[in-house]
């Protein structure tokens, strides 16, 4: 039984290990489990871009291929690799060293799309404008024609208030409770979803926990690693890995909804961006490890029973970090709670890789098999722990799909937040 299992395991998570490129065995399992080389043959594959590429480039670095900007940061071919070369990291790498930034329009969409924190700032107090607006037919066609959002996307919708806000008007409340945890929200929940931290705090008060906020809190990083802003990345890393060493100094963990912004907290920052983090390290944990840490240790309040038949998509980055266990089980704890594991699959959207017009087709086709899976569940509601996942689901399915911290807050019992 897992929970047993996990009971006599030490907890605390390690600093990841550094591998290199030349412990490849040159099996190709990496480029068989990639999603890209699947949907699109111009990819040259995990281990041409990774491994294979490295040992050129560092000879000679003209032999940078452009075509790695194809590759969606998936890790996928980490978790396959039976050697533990860490391929993603390589190919993110070599993009910051290596890769060249036109001046076009392109640079403006994936400002736009990478700078996360800016725009959701810009946004948020007219955000219903804001959100009617970029929902217009004409201005998606416009943005499709210009600068290469694709006008078949729609882009996320914005919160209007920040949780930051709310939080600031709980805080006396949190801080009565004996034991506190620190909260990396992350963009999302910030400006796109405050109700999911909203039902954090539920869950976590349920429980006896007190919820802080971190200050100075900045983007993880990881959009603008996906679109070679590495500089801003590794300022926002320097910064929030200080941060976060405040808060540990004060014996408060930190623990993040989103499976993405945890890895990047955990594991780009010393393998992507060269930001030493083992100090911290192992007091940042994904939301349902920590969750179900404490609910072995008694420390869950009676679930009330969900007669619901679900299905739990694994987002990428968690299967990569070890961490979609905890979550399943955490659901199966939930009385009458119906939980059908899909077959673990890229979902295709990849954060902004899949709102690119270039990459669109591609994005489709990684996710067609997840998108099947999931109608031919006849499930109520889809559940998956990323935000990127959540809305390629609910854009290309028939059903909502919900973080399992927001099914939890519903089976707590206790009265809503809001
Ligand atoms: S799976 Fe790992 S060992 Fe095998 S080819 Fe890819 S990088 Fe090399
Ligand atoms: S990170 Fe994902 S897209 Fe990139 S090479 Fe690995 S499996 Fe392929």
Redesign the pocket.
Known sequence: MLTEWLKQRDYSDHAPQPTS?D?????????VYCPVSKANPAYPG??EC??DGERLRIKNPEYYDDLLKLCTNCKR?ET????G?K?GDIIAVARGKHGKKNINPKLMRDYVLSHTDLFGTLANPVAPLVNVMTDLKPVKAVMHATIGVDKHKSLPKYSFGTFRRWMKSQAAAQADYPKQVSYFHGCYVNFNNPQLGKDLVKVMNAMGYGLQLLEKHKCCGVPLIANGFYDKARRNATANTAMIADAVAEERPVIATSSSCALTLKEEYPHVLGVDNAHVVGQISFVTRFLLKAAMNGEMPKLNPMNKRVVYHTPCHLERSGNAMFTIELLRMIPGLEVIVLDSECCGLAGTYGFKTENYQTSIAIGSGLFAQIEAAQADFAITDCETCKWQIEENTSLEALHPVSVLAMAVGTPSVS
């Open positions: 490129f412990q490849c065995i040159k099996c190709t399992v990496c480029t995990s281990k990774g491994p071919c396959a690799c039976p050697s070369v391929i």
